[in-house]
Nanobody
Framework: QVQLVESGGGLVQPGGSLRLSCAGSGFIFRFYTMGWYRQAPGKQRELVATILTDYKTNYADSVKGRFTISRDNAKNTVSLQMNNLKPEDTAVYFC????????????WGQGTQVTVSS
């Protein structure tokens, strides 16, 4: 049974930083491209960062230069370092394994709330 457990969110002022972490289990973590998604109130879930099995990374334009995705295959975790946060980064953040426009795993974790506000 696949489980994805996100953590690390919180309330931060604009310009601040947070580090999110996602622990995966129930699948062979190192075989999958992993990604961080976010969903703001009233908006669709969007993919903001991916890390391939060869550690190559890709970012949405909205977070490029501010967010850094990394993975630790020994610990089955994927992390998202978020710097220079903006109010528009406020959302619930999730991890999953992207497969084109969908995901390999239909089950999602509970996500972690990130709120950027003064």
């Amino acid at each position: 049974q696949v489980q994805l457990v996100e953590s690390g969110g919180g309330l931060v002022q604009p310009g601040g930083s947070l580090r999110l972490s996602c622990a995966g289990s129930g699948f062979i973590f190192r075989f999958y491209t992993m990604g961080w998604y976010r969903q703001a109130p009233g908006k669709q879930r969007e993919l903001v960062a991916t890390i391939l099995t060869d550690y190559k990374t890709n970012y949405a334009d909205s977070v490029k230069g501010r967010f850094t995705i990394s993975r630790d295959n020994a610990k089955n975790t994927v992390s998202l370092q978020m710097n220079n946060l903006k109010p528009e980064d406020t959302a619930v953040y999730f991890c999953n394994a992207p497969r084109g426009t969908i995901t390999y795993f239909t089950s999602w974790g509970q996500g972690t709330q990130v709120t950027v506000s003064s």
